[in-house]
Nanobody, 122 residues
Framework: QVQLQESGPGLVKPSQTLSLACTVS????????????WNWIRQPPGKGLEWMGT???????YYSPSLKSRTSISKYTSKNQFTLRLSSVSPEDTAVYYC????????????WGRGTQVTVSS
């Protein structure tokens, strides 16, 4: 069974770049989970879940229009990881960030990480 674990700094200063990694265990993203789509989703305090973006098996990426200019998702097959970079952060980017797996772009996610709190503050 696939398991996902987010990692990265819990505190980022305004205008800096937020960088998170999601480590996949229970199988290889290049073989066992080759056809999986890997997602980043966040939940600001007191708000609902917000889809940020997805990386497809092909490596193609899909981003939320509201975040596209600041977001980059990549895969690192040698580490069995995929990553999120969000540039020019502001306090409005404070949220719990989740990584998750789906079977298509826009599909429901069936496996989730536990989430990691990221606070943007000086």
């Amino acid at each position: 069974q696939v398991q996902l674990q987010e990692s990265g700094p819990g505190l980022v200063k305004p205008s800096q770049t937020l960088s998170l990694a999601c480590t996949v265990s229970g199988g290889s993203i290049t073989t066992d989970y080759f056809y999986s789509y890997w997602n980043w989703i966040r939940q600001p305090p007191g708000k609902g879940l917000e889809w940020m973006g997805t990386i497809a098996p092909s490596g193609n990426t899909y981003y939320s229009p509201s975040l596209k200019s600041r977001t980059s998702i990549s895969k690192y097959t040698s580490k069995n990881q995929f990553t999120l970079r969000l540039s020019s952060v502001s306090p409005e980017d404070t949220a719990v960030y989740y990584c998750a797996r789906s079977e298509r772009v826009g599909g429901s996610c069936d496996y989730w990480g536990r989430g990691t709190q990221v606070t943007v503050s000086s």
